[in-house]
């Protein structure tokens, strides 16, 4: 007689388990109550969506469609799929519910699981939660900053210490299409010296050609280091915006640096993109905060509206903030909630912003915070 197979967890998911419930807390709540300090109010959205909300607006041609997202059929055949991120969803609450027609920004965030297929890893599951948080209705550069300095406050008030910030700018849909015709003829010429995943990258968007940009070989590194930046390529209006994102993180004391080849993978991303990096127990791996500036619509429900973004996986905060926990042979201090932080920001005023490892104090004068407001 067979002995049957054991039942457990789904590859690349994860249990919280009683003993790191503390830790757990610990990150969910610090996040959350900074999102409040900054005004975000919360959000739940469905676990699943139609299929075309992430088709339409991560775009075809991302890795997100193309190898990642979780799709299926229903009993009356629509087709449906865990949300593999959280920006999209959200957006669409936002113009389904009409919040179009109500004070701007629209500061939302929520605190969720999202789904995607791929390797896992330690910090790297299928299954994995993050906190999406939205600022819609404004156009101010401000909100870039200020979320950024948002998520710098958050990882030191976890007890993060190895990182940096990368910072860049892709552009938008004015100066974009010319830097993307320089940037495909340089492809073109050069395609023997690329390996075959940045070939395909290039025939579907040769922007992606700098996704993963440290991962590739170094031969490959090598030759993207002579292709054309978009940073060469911005239009007046995105280089001034660009500057105020960096006049007002010098002026908070956020240190950053510069990444040319610094871009985001999903089509809604535009202007400034920036990215926390910092090394997990492997140093091979890099444990991320990104986001970008992004625009995003349903097609004539509701005029184009600039917005922001930044994610962050809580995997790696729960990680650390467990370690950090056994370091000190005692539980970690609970605080405030929230996940990964995934913002969408347009504009925004906090009440305060908290000092970092300390009690919440006002943000810096020097620091321009985004402006409430109609866009």
Same mark, same amino acid.
């Given at each position: 007689m067979? !002995?049957?197979?054991?039942?457990e967890r789904p590859r690349g998911t994860h249990d919280v388990i009683p003993a790191e419930q503390s830790a757990w807390r610990r990150v969910t709540?610090?996040?959350e109550r900074l999102c409040s300090l900054y005004g975000y109010h919360p959000i739940t959205t469905p676990v699943f969506e139609d299929t075309a909300l992430f088709e339409r607006t991560s775009g075809a041609g991302s890795d997100v469609v193309q190898k990642e997202m979780y799709t299926f059929a229903d009993r009356s055949d629509r087709s449906l799929t865990l949300r593999p991120e959280g920006t999209a969803p959200i957006c669409r609450a936002y113009v389904e519910h009409g919040f179009q027609r109500e004070p701007q920004p629209v500061k939302l965030y929520t605190i969720a699981s999202m789904y995607r297929y791929g390797a896992p890893g330690k910090g790297r599951y !299928?299954?994995?939660w993050q906190a999406s948080v939205e600022a819609i209705g404004s156009d101010d550069a401000?909100?870039?900053a200020e979320l950024v300095q948002l998520y710098d406050t958050l990882l030191r008030r976890l007890g993060v210490t190895q990182y940096h910030l990368e910072l860049n700018s892709i552009g938008c849909r004015e100066c974009r299409p010319a830097y993307l015709r320089e940037l495909a003829s340089w492809?073109?010429?050069n395609l023997a010296r690329l390996d075959d995943a940045t070939r395909e990258k290039a025939a579907t968007s040769p922007l992606r050609v700098f996704d993963n940009y440290q991962a590739k070989p170094d031969a490959v590194r090598a030759a993207l280091d002579e292709a054309p930046k978009i940073g060469e390529s911005l239009c007046a209006t995105c280089g001034e915006r660009f500057a105020?994102?960096?006049?007002?993180l010098d002026a908070s004391g956020v240190e950053y640096r510069i990444e040319p080849t610094l871009v985001r993978g999903l089509d809604y991303y535009s202007r400034t993109t920036w990215e926390f990096v910092g090394p997990l127990e492997n140093e091979t791996r890099r444990s991320r905060a990104e986001g970008a500036t992004t625009t995003w619509s349903r097609r004539s429900a509701v005029r184009r509206r600039p917005a922001w973004g930044s994610a962050r996986g809580s995997s790696a905060c729960f990680s650390h903030s467990r370690r950090r926990a056994?370091?000190?042979k005692r539980p970690p201090r609970s605080t405030s909630s929230?996940?990964?932080?995934r913002a969408h920001h347009e504009s925004s005023s906090p009440a305060g912003s908290p000092s970092c490892g300390g009690p919440v104090s006002p943000p810096t004068p020097t620091m321009r915070l985004a402006r409430s407001g109609g866009s």
């Amino acid at each position: 007689m067979s !002995r049957q197979a054991r039942i457990e967890r789904p590859r690349g998911t994860h249990d919280v388990i009683p003993a790191e419930q503390s830790a757990w807390r610990r990150v969910t709540t610090e996040i959350e109550r900074l999102c409040s300090l900054y005004g975000y109010h919360p959000i739940t959205t469905p676990v699943f969506e139609d299929t075309a909300l992430f088709e339409r607006t991560s775009g075809a041609g991302s890795d997100v469609v193309q190898k990642e997202m979780y799709t299926f059929a229903d009993r009356s055949d629509r087709s449906l799929t865990l949300r593999p991120e959280g920006t999209a969803p959200i957006c669409r609450a936002y113009v389904e519910h009409g919040f179009q027609r109500e004070p701007q920004p629209v500061k939302l965030y929520t605190i969720a699981s999202m789904y995607r297929y791929g390797a896992p890893g330690k910090g790297r599951y !299928r299954e994995h939660w993050q906190a999406s948080v939205e600022a819609i209705g404004s156009d101010d550069a401000s909100v870039d900053a200020e979320l950024v300095q948002l998520y710098d406050t958050l990882l030191r008030r976890l007890g993060v210490t190895q990182y940096h910030l990368e910072l860049n700018s892709i552009g938008c849909r004015e100066c974009r299409p010319a830097y993307l015709r320089e940037l495909a003829s340089w492809l073109e010429a050069n395609l023997a010296r690329l390996d075959d995943a940045t070939r395909e990258k290039a025939a579907t968007s040769p922007l992606r050609v700098f996704d993963n940009y440290q991962a590739k070989p170094d031969a490959v590194r090598a030759a993207l280091d002579e292709a054309p930046k978009i940073g060469e390529s911005l239009c007046a209006t995105c280089g001034e915006r660009f500057a105020v994102v960096r006049r007002d993180l010098d002026a908070s004391g956020v240190e950053y640096r510069i990444e040319p080849t610094l871009v985001r993978g999903l089509d809604y991303y535009s202007r400034t993109t920036w990215e926390f990096v910092g090394p997990l127990e492997n140093e091979t791996r890099r444990s991320r905060a990104e986001g970008a500036t992004t625009t995003w619509s349903r097609r004539s429900a509701v005029r184009r509206r600039p917005a922001w973004g930044s994610a962050r996986g809580s995997s790696a905060c729960f990680s650390h903030s467990r370690r950090r926990a056994l370091r000190r042979k005692r539980p970690p201090r609970s605080t405030s909630s929230s996940l990964w932080t995934r913002a969408h920001h347009e504009s925004s005023s906090p009440a305060g912003s908290p000092s970092c490892g300390g009690p919440v104090s006002p943000p810096t004068p020097t620091m321009r915070l985004a402006r409430s407001g109609g866009s």
